[in-house]
């Protein structure tokens, strides 16, 4: 029900935009494989041409190469190049990352890190007579600031002894902790640093007792939008354990996007190391993204960066006057990773087709002339969708 709602609301999207543009080449007419859904119509633009050309004349093997660019609707393909075969996204996946978090506790959600004192305080000895617990929902930005200012609340409500246990929930991270077990770790040489003595252990549980002390992250819009734009790997990991580590966000791509389980692996929620995902696969993910953020009456640009204006890595791509302001996308950068990487994924706004999905994954080569290759094919597409219909980065919605 979830999917044909998303995919209905696509449709929905792909209506209001104007379709004017004049057919190139269409592939053979073979059966669909459904009679009431039209096979996609293949184009052959020059677009798409002069990139394979290019990666040609620069001794790239294309089988080290992914690309696939196509309408929001699927109906129409511009460009295809291994589409099925898993390439290195770097980058690319902390959008995969962006969509389970927001797909588990919506745009608004805030998230939480309190102490709960679960037993009496004797305000004479300063003894907590029972467990202090630490309560985390998985806040990505909290950091040791805000975790030593949480420990001085505890501190001035009246504990300075705990004659249980010092219970931890999770997933808990703080600063370069990534793991729940590194950051419970630390968290406890920094509740002894700063006065608070236990005689129990520390344990894992769940939240209970009085709260005596909280701090809210910013909204998670707000946050996969900064992590995004500047690809802030520590962020993404940290998010990533909250939704279940790189399994679990596997696990939301196959059972609520579709994907097949052979499109994905990932290691990595931040996209570093050596994960794999196609180009149909995340084509796919951005359509259902666009179809989600529809639904919860956001767009693209809140999340995700807009080229040429936002600050971040692709505030000096696409540039010019014909190309700024019109792609919101994700980059993708591993010098030192399969030869090399660098991958660009996103939505092109066109005046005649609307808007456009590309994924270009490059791999086993100079990350820099990928860039200036993966900046000419997008420009090249925009004049050949009928030119770029910019977007208003003043109509992105926060709720920080």
Known sequence: MKKTLLFTTCLMLLIFWPIQAQEIAQSSSGPAADEHIAAPE??????ETNYMNELALRG????????????????????????SIGFNPASVTKVATSFAALFKWGPDFHFETAFYADGAV??????????????STGDPMLNSTDLSRLIRQVVSSGISRVTGNLVITGPFTYNA?????????????LIKKLGIRYTGSVRKGA????????????SLRDIVFVQNAHSVNQTAERLGEAVGGPKGVERFLVQEIGLAASEVSLTRTSGLDYNRITPHGTIAILRHL???LNLHNMLPEDIMPVAGVDPGTLHARLTSMD??????????????????????????YTRDRGPVLFAIFNTRGPVNTYRRMQDGLVKDLLAECGGSQMISVSARRSNN
């Open 122 to 135: 004797n305000p004479k000895t300063k003894t907590l007579n029972g467990d202090l617990i630490l309560h």
């Open 42 to 47: 293949r184009f052959t633009t020059i677009s």
């Open 323 to 348: 190309s700024r302001g019109a792609v919101v996308a994700k980059t993708g950068t591993l010098p030192g990773t399969d030869g090399g990487v660098s991958s660009l994924a996103g939505i092109m």
């Open 207 to 218: 939240a209970r007792g009085t709260k005596i002390a909280t701090h809210m992250s910013p």
């Open 60 to 83: 790239f093997q294309l089988d080290t190469q992914g690309l696939l660019v196509e309408s929001l609707d699927g109906s129409a393909v511009f460009a295809d190049l291994n589409s």
């Open 290 to 292: 666009m179809a989600w």
């Open 177 to 189: 902790f990534l793991s729940t077990e590194a950051a419970a770790k630390r968290a406890e040489a």
